[in-house]
């Protein structure tokens, strides 16, 4: 069984930084991508970045030049690094697995959640 499990999520300040991480346990042969997203609240939820497994990277418009995303395929881990944050950043934000393969499988996962919340 292959889980996702969130952390580093919290209450920050206008300006402040944090580091979210999220781990992929199981059986795991191989991920695909691993990304992150995030659901405002009355909002839909949307992609803040994603990362492939060879490195190359994507970020939604609004996050650029302020959020990291990294990975260590060692340990199915995906990083976020979040600077300069803005209230506007306040949002539950997920983790996602593409591509998960393990001795049965091939599919995608999500996390929990872990809430970020920015205070103005």
């Known amino acids: 069984q292959v889980q996702l499990v969130e952390s580093g999520g919290g209450l920050v300040q206008t300006g402040g930084s944090l580091r979210l991480s999220c781990a992929a346990s199981?059986?795991?042969?191989?991920?695909?991508?691993m990304g992150w997203y995030r659901r405002a609240p009355g909002k839909q939820r949307e992609l803040v970045a994603a990362i492939g497994s060879g490195g190359s990277t994507n970020y939604a418009d609004s996050v650029k030049g302020r959020f990291t995303i990294s990975r260590d395929n060692a340990k199915n881990t995906v990083y976020l690094q979040m600077n300069s944050l803005k209230p506007e950043d306040t949002a539950v934000y997920y983790c996602?697995?593409?591509?998960?393969?393990?001795?049965?499988?091939?599919?995608?996962?999500w996390g929990q959640g872990t809430q970020v919340t920015v205070s103005s």
């Open positions: 996602n697995a593409q591509g998960v393969a393990t001795i049965t499988s091939i599919q995608d996962y």
């Open positions: 199981g059986s795991i042969f191989s991920i695909n991508a």
